[in-house]
């Protein structure tokens, strides 16, 4: 079954270091892969998805994520924190081929300190 | 801009109370979602449809029901509400990909549901 793992509950970082939020997955088949944000008391918002093509996918709000294959992995990073990164990131895997439904983690908790 | 609205933010209801909670997207997607979000649980999904008048149970689909009259209204039905189900309730949408490539989804800003 397909799956992903978010291994850190929360992560700290000052403001203006560069940050990652860790992703890992379990897929047979290519991978179908996001990242979305949820800041508090909204709804979730999408940052960026990998599909195809170059491993480094850059998305909105200045985050970036790298697909590494042969380390199963989809970290989120952006290099420079803001404040107003604060919130809960969400990575998340298609199901299966031919489906449109997505598999999320548990979510991993951002705080920015100034 | 992609538009999903939820009939509520917060609601409280009784235990045994037949709860409804509706959704509305205004962007002629086929495919809508209902999931719940647990702390430490992440989202997970209740119900699925994607078409008129057709569901797919996801993973938690025990003491819900779905109805899909239209296409940009999908209502997630508690039977008999449990304290249980005290959680905050997501509802997304995203087009129909045909298994090419799979669409990114638009959530609504969600309900808290308190069950007392």
């Known amino acids: 079954a397909q799956s992903v793992a978010q291994p850190e509950d929360q992560v700290n970082v000052a403001e203006g270091n560069p940050l990652t939020v860790k992703c890992t997955y379990s897929?047979?088949?290519?991978?179908?892969l996001f990242w979305y944000v949820q800041y508090p008391n909204r709804g979730l918002q999408f940052l960026l998805k990998?599909?195809?093509?170059?491993?480094l996918v850059k998305g909105s709000y200045g985050f970036e994520a790298e697909f590494n294959k042969s380390q199963t992995s989809f970290h989120l990073k952006k290099p420079s924190a803001l404040v107003s990164d604060s919130a809960l990131y969400f990575c998340?895997?298609?199901?299966?081929?031919?489906?449109?439904?997505?598999?999320f983690g548990t979510g991993t908790r951002l705080q920015v300190f100034p | 801009d992609v538009k999903v609205t939820q009939s509520s933010r917060y609601l409280v209801k009784r235990t045994g109370e037949k709860v409804f909670l509706e959704c509305v997207q205004d962007?002629?997607?086929?495919?809508m979602f209902w999931y719940r979000q647990d702390p430490g649980l992440g989202l997970r999904l209740i119900y699925f449809?994607?078409?008129?008048?057709?569901?797919e149970k996801g993973d938690i689909p025990e003491g819900y029901s779905v109805s899909r009259e239209k296409k940009e209204r999908f209502s997630l039905i508690l039977e008999s509400a449990s304290t249980n189900q005290t959680s905050m309730y997501l509802c997304?949408?995203?087009?129909?990909?045909?298994?090419?490539?799979?669409?990114?989804?638009?959530f609504g800003p969600g309900t808290r549901l308190t069950v007392l």
């Open positions: 997304a949408s995203s087009l129909l990909s045909g298994g090419r490539d799979t669409d990114t989804q638009y």
């Open positions: 897929v047979s088949g290519n991978p179908y």
């Open positions: 990998y599909i195809t093509g170059d491993n």
């Open positions: 998340a895997v298609r199901d299966k081929y031919g489906t449109d439904k997505l598999i």
């Open positions: 962007m002629d997607h086929e495919n």
């Open positions: 449809s994607y078409d008129v008048k057709m569901k």
